[in-house]
């Protein structure tokens, strides 16, 4: 169901760029769906930046994707400029949510949800980035909510690097998704990021060469080269009449007593180029999750793994840490004859 989702969604992106404009009558009749399907789609391609909407009635349309339109299109915003030292960030959301209105626009549920995330990216650049100033803008457009945190300080990903000693960024950004993993262990939980990313219709990410993208609308995550960005900025996105909860998300996560114990880990972003071969692959997969009962590896676009690198996960790692669950998923046939001959290994 979700492959065929995915490739309407894809027909529909191609339908517009190739027509340029189009009106959500003409994906009815394209598509051969229903208007609420289409109307479905056409949102979600556009929260994703993929499509531009144009108008807000009936007869509104789409375009392909522009960034100078799209900053034509957009409507005023609250903008906040803001001295770090002692910044107090639940002062600045309550003072945003003045400025917007946002507990009369949003859902109890949505602004508990931007609440969560707002005050906890702040409160990272307040904790870590060593810069001065932060800006901050939200606005409320089309029906959904982004804010964004800009810093020009250390950066996300070179603080990590440094505190963990990793050779770069995209190793820093891989063990940031990880969750429990802070660079203030005395003061942070490491959980913002990583319930703020998985919270969000889209979360990006942007530090020095880097960008971490994970896109719940279509399931995606990715780390993309960048431009050089000096600090942090974080974009947050969310629609204004999500039906996400966030107390169910910590259920996910967390065991009876409410303790952060669970994990999931894109096996495919574990490295840059080759495949999934060596023990030094696996080990630096591994880094932290110790700190985990439950993990959950997810082999999705992983069509083959080496034998050291399965051996030292499911056999080596399992023996050391036996009291933490594994749970391979969408393993390919070759990636679960790898796994299932280091699982039998492990028992002799």
């Not at 804010?147 to 505190?163: P, Q, W, Y």
């Amino acid at each position: 169901m979700y492959s065929l989702v995915v490739e309407t969604k894809e027909q529909i992106l191609q339908f517009v760029r190739k027509k340029k404009t189009i009106r959500t009558a003409d994906v009815v009749r394209f598509a051969g769906i229903s208007r609420q399907a289409a109307a479905k789609h056409l949102r979600e391609l556009a929260a994703s930046r993929q499509i531009l909407k144009e108008g807000s009635t009936r007869s509104s349309r789409y375009i392909p994707f522009n960034l100078k339109k799209a900053a034509s299109l957009r409507t005023p915003a609250a903008i906040l400029v803001c001295n770090l030292h002692d910044l107090e960030e639940d002062r600045v959301f309550e003072q945003l949510t003045r400025k917007i209105d946002l507990k009369r626009k949003l859902s109890a549920p949505v602004f508990k949800i931007v609440q969560y995330a707002f005050t906890e990216m702040l409160n990272n650049a307040i904790d870590h980035s060593k810069a001065v100033k932060v800006r901050i803008e939200v606005r409320l457009e089309s029906g959904i909510l982004t804010f964004t945190i800009l810093d020009r300080g250390i950066g996300a990903f070179e603080s990590v690097r440094k505190k963990f000693k990793m050779k770069n960024a995209f190793e820093a950004a891989e063990h940031l998704l990880k969750g429990k993993q802070t660079t203030a262990p005395d003061r942070h939980s490491g959980q913002g990021i990583f319930f703020t990313s998985r919270i969000a219709d889209h979360f990006i990410l942007e530090s020095s060469t880097l960008r971490l993208d994970v896109n719940n609308i279509i399931q995606d995550v990715a780390l993309l080269d960048i431009k050089s960005v000096q600090g942090t900025k974080v974009t947050f996105s969310l629609k204004q009449k999500s039906r996400k909860d966030l107390k169910k998300l910590f259920d996910v996560y967390t065991d009876s007593d409410l303790v952060f114990d669970k994990t999931e880990v894109k096996i495919r972003l574990s490295r840059m180029a080759g495949d999934y071969v060596s023990r030094s692959e696996a080990r630096r997969l591994l880094f932290g999750l110790e700190k985990f009962q439950r993990i959950m590896l997810d082999f999705k676009g992983v069509h083959g793994i080496g034998q050291g690198f399965a051996d030292e996960i499911f056999r080596i790692f399992s023996r050391h840490y036996p009291q933490i669950w594994i749970e391979p998923l969408h393993m390919s046939p070759n990636v679960a004859f790898m796994v299932h001959r280091a699982q039998r290994e492990r028992l002799q």
